[in-house]
C-alpha cells in the first residue's frame, strides 16, 4: 500500500511540508498510527509522522504501547518521520539507514530535537527557524490556525495538516 508513495518527501506550493500526525488530517482519531490510516493520509499528499517501536525483532506502530505490527515495507516510504519510541527501533534505523532516504528521530520531553536529516523537530510553543518542523501547533496557540498562516519554517506537523493545508494555500 505504500509502493504508491516513494520519492522525496512532499513540499507543497506554499513551500511547506505537510506532515499528518499519525496519519491525522482532520483532528484526532482512534486509528490514529493504524496502517490503514496512514496510507490514507499518503494517499492525500500529506507526509505522516509515525510512532515505531522494534519489539523481538518486529516492527510496531503505536503510540503508548507496539500496537499494529508493519513489515518492513513501511520503509519503502520516504514521506514517513518515524518517531522511534524504544532504543531498538532508534539502534535499527541507524544502523540500516543513517541519514540515508528515512526521516527518523527520538524524543521524549525535549523543547528540540534534531532529525537524523538535520530537520529540528520543534515542541508545541517554541521558537521555529527555516529547518524547524513546527509540531502541534494546535497545543500552543489560542488562535493557531492563523498563527500557521504567518509560520516560516520547514513544515508543520499537526492532527489537523487538512485544515493548516487549506488556510496557508
Known sequence: WLYGNLGDTKIAKDGITY?????????PSEMENHPDHIA???????????????VDGA???GHDEPKYEVSQKILMSSNIWFHCK??????????????NRLNYFWHDT????????????????????????MVMPELAHEDWL???TKANCYGICSDYVQYIK???T
Do not use: Q
Open 19 to 27: 506532515i499528518a500526525h499519525r496519519g491525522n488530517t482532520e483532528g
Open 40 to 54: 490514507k493520509a499518503l494517499d492525500l499528499g500529506f507526509d505522516v509522522e509515525v510512532d515505531v517501536r522494534i
Open 59 to 61: 516492527m510496531f506502530l
Open 86 to 99: 524504544n532504543i531498538e527501533a532508534l539502534k535499527y534505523m541507524t544502523d540500516n539507514f543513517g541519514s
Open 110 to 133: 525535549d523543547d528540540y530535537v534534531l532529525t537524523n536529516k538535520e530537520y529540528i523537530w520543534t515542541s508545541p510553543g517554541y521558537n521555529l527557524t527555516n529547518r524547524s518542523i
Open 146 to 148: 492563523a498563527y500557521t
Open 166 to 168: 487549506e488556510e496557508r
